[in-house]
């Protein structure tokens, strides 16, 4: 007989499991999956005993008052008073003085050098470059660890927890360079680092213990995309632009890639 | 990839319509509960017209549902109470972009779990940039205070094993990863749906169940050796 496994009956303890039915009429056969879920409902029994200090019946009445000093007065109402008859003179004054400003600065405002602003644009472009390559390089190691895990026979499940909380951290990095790639036109770079966010968040939400089919297919996913080779040579590329910041983004590098690799 | 079923819940927007916990959490009937939301309204209506003691209506209404969730998150009654007066705070800040038709009680217990999940983030980074790993459950948690009451009816020993659970689970709590603790907590203890749960963690229904699984898998494991160990002592103590 095939036991249920332990998210079958976790998700059956909540209600939420599909085939519902199915598990109540094998439950009933199998004293084996009857026990684990008496050991499943345990732990939620326990869960529900577990003490909350009781605040006080007044505790809605002290949080009013420690909050009541810091709601201020209503601010939907704040232009009301500007109408009031006796400001509209003051009120017409000041947006004339900020109109006469406007135009005087307009006419008068020297002119910002363009090579500042290029400066600027060329310095954020390197700070970026280097934290980009720094990311991929942590991403290079996480995956790594997963390609070259060595395998033991007879291993019924695979703890990935370590791995698994670098790629925890590395999904939020991830998307604000892929956004930021996005943003600057980037499209190679946003592209790799949206597989490379894929992978991550899959490895971030899979269970702590993975079977050995189940790591494999993860495995084979970050092989057969070619996903290492492509984040080498965007880090490449990267490093290359450090060294000379002047040089422009080697485009559709990664692109050419993929089609070899398909 | 996931074997759980759709969530009971409807998707639950930023109005709070389709939210189902909190009045399941409630445990009220549902005519009470719609008395309430009907009520809340008024009173959401009343502070948007500028009726600021309206508001207090609602504080003093609610305080008490979020403080319970807030405390299970955070862990100890400081940091809860800093939750449930923030999560007011910004509700009253927000309140125009609050429908008048949905439930002012979920929509308030939606900002204060973002809240949470944004505290307990920080803490982690804060208290990794502070001293490197740490071991939850022996230096780092509040000892509650209610652990420590006396019970009226229980023996000594019971007693003794009713605190040492609590530590137990307080420990497993601190090694669950906020998105995880954030999970269980709306799931188990105020029986959120999937999506509902899938909107404060910002992810989608296949991961927050995983996320889910994963923080039971991970509670029972802290937890079974104590339960089994209990319920032998038990056993071996009547035999």
């Known amino acids: 007989m095939k036991h249920r496994t332990e998210e079958e009956l976790i998700g059956y303890q909540f209600g939420e499991v599909k085939e519902r039915m199915e598990i109540a009429a094998h439950l009933k056969e199998c004293a084996e999956c009857r026990e684990e879920l008496v050991r499943i409902e345990a732990v939620f029994g326990a869960l529900d005993t577990m003490p909350i200090p009781d605040p006080g019946e007044d505790y809605g009445e002290r949080v009013w008052q420690r909050i009541a000093p810091r709601l201020g007065e209503k601010k939907a109402r704040w232009w009301e008073s500007i109408f009031v008859p006796q400001r509209l003179v003051a009120v017409g004054g000041i947006v004339a003085l900020v109109i006469l400003a406007f135009v005087a600065g307009r006419w008068t405002k020297p002119r910002v050098p363009v090579v500042d602003q290029a400066d600027a644009t060329k310095v954020r472009e390197r700070v970026l470059v280097v934290a980009v390559g720094e990311h991929l390089g942590r991403t290079e190691m996480v995956l790594m660890e997963l390609e070259n895990a060595p395998e033991q026979k007879g291993q019924k499940a695979i703890n990935i927890s370590e791995t698994q909380r670098r790629a925890e951290d590395l999904v939020e990095e991830n998307r604000l360079y892929r956004q930021?790639?996005?943003?600057?036109?980037?499209?190679?770079?946003?592209?790799?680092?949206?597989?490379?966010?894929?992978?991550?968040?899959?490895?971030?939400?899979?269970?702590?213990?993975?079977?050995?089919?189940?790591?494999?297919?993860?495995?084979?996913?970050?092989?057969?995309?070619?996903?290492?080779f492509k984040v080498r040579v965007v880090k490449q590329g990267l490093d290359e632009r450090k060294a000379n910041p002047d040089a422009r983004p080697a485009e559709n590098k990664t692109r050419g890639m993929e089609r070899k690799k398909v | 990839m996931s074997l759980w079923g759709e969530s009971r819940a409807e998707s639950a927007d930023l109005t709070g319509r389709g939210l189902t916990c909190l009045i399941v959490g409630m445990r009220e009937g549902v005519g009470m509960a719609e008395e309430v939301a009907v009520s809340d309204a008024v009173a959401v209506e009343r502070t948007l017209a500028g009726d600021r003691?309206?508001?207090?209506?609602?504080?003093?209404?609610?305080?008490?549902?979020?403080?319970?969730?807030?405390?299970?998150?955070?862990?100890?009654?400081?940091?809860?109470?800093?939750?449930?007066?923030?999560?007011?705070?910004?509700?009253?800040?927000?309140?125009?972009?609050?429908?008048?038709?949905?439930?002012?009680?979920?929509?308030?217990?939606?900002?204060?779990?973002?809240?949470?999940?944004?505290?307990?983030?920080?803490?982690?980074v804060d208290e990794a940039r502070r001293e490197g790993p740490s071991k939850p459950g022996e230096d780092s948690l509040e000892v509650d205070p209610l652990s420590q009451v006396r019970d009226m009816s229980p023996s000594p020993e019971r007693l003794a094993g009713s605190a040492q659970l609590a530590d137990r689970m307080r420990a497993a709590l601190a090694e669950l990863s906020p998105a995880e603790r954030t999970a269980i907590v709306m799931r188990h203890w105020d029986g959120c749906g999937i999506e509902e749960i899938a909107a404060v963690l910002k992810s989608n229904s296949n991961a927050t169940k995983n996320t889910v699984f994963r923080a039971v898998q991970k509670l029972r494991r802290a937890l079974t050796p104590f339960l089994e160990g209990k319920e032998a002592r038990a056993m071996g103590t009547e035999g």
């Open chain 1, 180 to 228: 930021t790639a996005l943003k600057e036109g980037d499209q190679a770079m946003a592209s790799v680092l949206d597989e490379l966010e894929r992978v991550l968040l899959d490895i971030a939400n899979s269970p702590e213990e993975l079977t050995p089919a189940a790591f494999e297919t993860i495995r084979k996913r970050i092989e057969e995309q070619g996903l290492l």
């Open chain 2, 53 to 124: 003691d309206a508001y207090r209506v609602l504080v003093e209404r609610h305080s008490r549902t979020v403080y319970r969730m807030a405390y299970r998150m955070m862990g100890n009654t400081h940091d809860a109470e800093e939750v449930v007066q923030e999560s007011f705070l910004r509700a009253y800040q927000k309140l125009k972009q609050f429908a008048g038709n949905a439930n002012f009680g979920t929509w308030v217990y939606r900002i204060a779990a973002n809240y949470a999940i944004d505290r307990l983030r920080q803490r982690n």
